[in-house]
């Protein structure tokens, strides 16, 4: 994977331009959450955690008796115009955020494409599809290509070769390793953003031409993977019609349910998951200064002691080690599920597979992961999202003023610090909760033999809490002031060191290589 | 009907519960725990030098924060890497080059002229609160930041 990355690295050394940007997404202003606030929140999380417990024992019968309705949608959708719009306006949009990433201004935070894609888009389209439901499914862009070129000639897309059943979701994670590391360590300029996308529409169309666009934008398309398992939170559901001429349905569920109504198809899809979790995990940690200096006074003296090699040879180390931990990050975390998976199976004495338990309870795992994200991003989503509003009126920064905003300065809006740790703090609690209930469902239904099903439960319980602790841990450490730290200060006699400190230039490297 | 409602409420008790029990009286120490924590300077706490800190500047309720940076070779080489503040602070950054070189604190997206030999000076009331990156634009390098706590 990490061959992949360096490739991945070069690629866009080649192309950089050199610019410095701490987050793709933007500045993170956030401080960390008082300790207090961290105390309160964990010890919240278990009390709760318990409390549904009790619900749980309690209860009587089946709590899967989840009511849905069905709309009808004929009068709602204007007999799909109002579809027909929308992916235009879908593949409008990934056209522009193309061409305006290899035409339009140098300056990330002045070009449509960077804002477009990492805030409108990877943020705030993915809370949208948690409220409204997969829309993405309908006006996926590469899709409604695909299907235009099937128009145009039929039999374009008739499968080449059948969809491996092994590769699963694996094409979907190693596209989302692929985003995340190009979001914390990309650096990518608007050139290099717009090729990229250019070079991952060429991907899709050639797959989709291979595999056929059922297998390939079910399986692996990364925002079709990844926003079809967020939108299992939202209320709404879209059916498509199943005999031909029957219309489409929308049906209407409980929040959340929908996480309830399949379990994980295919192992990738449970990495997939748990890399959801562990990546937001591993961008809230890998800038905080205990992380950092886990490196710099742990690691490095180490290492020092037998390699000889200047201080740069180490700042590469650096990041080496921090990208080995990003891609090693859902393995980490796929340990710790499988063993409280495991003391699952062993406390019930069930006969089902640990595989196939730990499929089961996959998708309880959603809720933790997505507040995680919003808590961490939901500021930049926030203060960046109005700067689209300059940049539409003139995307390719040449003088346009389309709607007359082109020269609305706005500052990027900063939320007050004790509202973001309430949000945050309270988002954590909320997710965790529902998690802990979900899992409780489909305990019951895994494990149906009377009160077992609630008692299989605590292992799950104590990962739940564990997880969230780990999440608001992190949240509540202190920043490190940079990357690169100089090992120097300790009045050390040993001489090696000593070149950092001749030439100031070195210890602070730029942070691309 | 009448479970999930008992559910919720007693959530709700002993979420309050909770939050009564570890909220700190004294809020000011928000700051100065992390500090402690982190091993950054707090305004009157530790790593600020002596003298730094100034007394009361105008009116009583505002306190006045005074830090000094050497910078030498685009690298921070004395004072403190992540400044501790409180929200409506006055603060007063003092900082000492061996270069030309421009200064930028992010957020407050104000910007100091360095020279060598020249004390450069940034005041302002601290009135956004969060954590905001200081940079210098020519060394291309992060110099520390300033952390606005809420009162």
Not at chain 1, 100 to 123: D, K, Y
Not at chain 1, 131 to 152: F, H, K
Request: aromatic share 14%; glycine share 8%.
């Amino acid at each position: 994977m990490e061959k992949v990355a360096r490739g991945v690295a070069a690629l866009i050394l080649l192309l950089c331009s050199g610019s410095a940007l701490a987050h793709m997404m933007g500045v993170v202003y956030n401080l960390p959450i008082p300790f207090w606030m961290y105390a309160f929140a964990a010890s919240a999380a278990l009390v709760l955690s318990f409390l549904v417990v009790g619900y749980f024992v309690t209860a009587q019968g089946a709590a899967r008796n989840f009511r849905t309705i069905d709309v009808d949608v004929r009068a709602a959708m204007a007999a799909g115009a109002t579809l027909r719009t929308m992916r235009a306006l879908s593949v409008f949009a990934l056209l522009l955020t193309i061409l305006t990433g290899l035409l339009g201004p140098a300056n990330p935070f002045g070009n449509f494409s960077v804002t477009f894609f990492w805030i409108i888009f990877a943020l705030g389209f993915t809370y949208l599809t948690a409220l409204i439901g997969d829309l993405y499914a309908l006006i996926n862009p590469w899709r409604v290509i695909c299907d235009g070129i099937e128009r145009l000639s039929p039999g374009a897309f008739r499968p080449r070769l059948r969809y491996p059943p092994w590769l699963g979701y694996y094409p979907a994670l190693a596209f989302y390793m692929a985003f995340i590391w190009l979001e914390l360590f990309g650096q990518a300029p608007p050139r290099t953003l717009g090729l990229i996308l250019l070079v991952y529409s060429i991907v899709n169309i050639a797959g989709a031409a291979l595999f056929g666009r059922d297998a390939w934008f079910r399986q692996a398309e990364l925002f079709s993977v990844f926003l079809r398992l967020i939108a299992k939170i939202s209320p709404f559901e879209y059916r498509r019609g199943q005999a031909p001429g029957e219309r489409g349905r929308l049906r209407l569920r409980q929040p959340f349910i929908g996480l309830l109504q399949e379990p994980a198809d295919h192992f990738s899809l449970l990495l997939f998951v748990l890399f959801m979790l562990s990546s937001t995990a591993f961008d809230g940690v890998h800038e905080t200064r205990p992380w950092v200096l886990l490196f710099w006074k742990g690691i490095y003296p180490q290492l020092t002691r037998f390699i000889a090699q200047p201080y740069l040879f180490f700042v590469d180390i650096y990041y080496d080690w921090q990208w080995a931990m990003l891609f090693l990050s859902p393995f980490l975390y796929l340990a710790i599920y499988l063993l409280f998976v495991w003391i699952m199976k062993i406390v019930t004495g069930s006969q089902r597979s640990l595989r196939d338990l730990a499929l089961q309870f996959a998708f309880s795992l959603i809720p933790i992961a997505f507040v995680y994200n919003v808590t961490h991003y939901y500021t930049l989503l926030v203060g960046q999202a109005p700067a689209i509003l300059t940049m539409v009126s003139d995307p390719f920064g040449i003088g346009w003023d389309l709607f007359g905003t082109a020269h609305t300065v706005r500052a990027p809006i900063i939320l007050l610090a004790d509202g973001v740790w309430h949000t945050q703090v309270g988002l954590i609690l909320f997710g965790h909760i529902v998690s802990v209930y979900l899992a409780h469902v489909q305990a019951l239904e895994v494990f149906p033999k009377g009160k077992q099903g609630v008692w299989s439960q605590l292992p799950m319980l104590v990962l739940m809490v564990l997880l969230t602790t780990i999440g608001l841990r992190i949240l509540s450490l202190p920043i490190a002031a940079g990357q690169v730290q100089d090992p120097l200060p300790q009045p050390s006699s040993s001489a090696e060191p000593a070149f950092a400190l001749a030439t100031g230039d070195v210890a602070f490297a730029p942070k691309t290589r | 009907m009448l479970k999930p409602v008992a559910f919720v409420v007693v959530s709700l008790i002993v979420l309050v519960a909770l939050w009564i029990y570890f909220k700190p009286q004294f809020p000011e120490q928000q700051a100065q725990d992390g500090a402690k924590a982190a091993g950054v300077a707090a305004p009157g706490t530790m790593g600020v030098p002596a003298g730094a800190r100034s007394a009361e500047v105008g009116t009583p309720s505002v306190r006045a924060d005074v830090f000094d940076l050497t910078i030498k070779g685009g690298k921070l080489r004395s004072g403190p890497e992540v400044f501790q503040v409180h929200q409506g602070e006055r603060v007063t950054l003092n900082i000492r080059s061996d270069s030309r070189d421009e200064l930028h604190l992010h957020g407050y997206d104000l910007h100091a002229q360095l020279g060598p030999g020249e004390t450069a000076s940034l005041q302002f009331i601290a009135d956004r609160t969060g954590r905001f990156g200081m940079e210098l634009h020519k060394a291309h390098s992060e110099l520390g930041a300033l952390e606005v706590y809420p009162r």
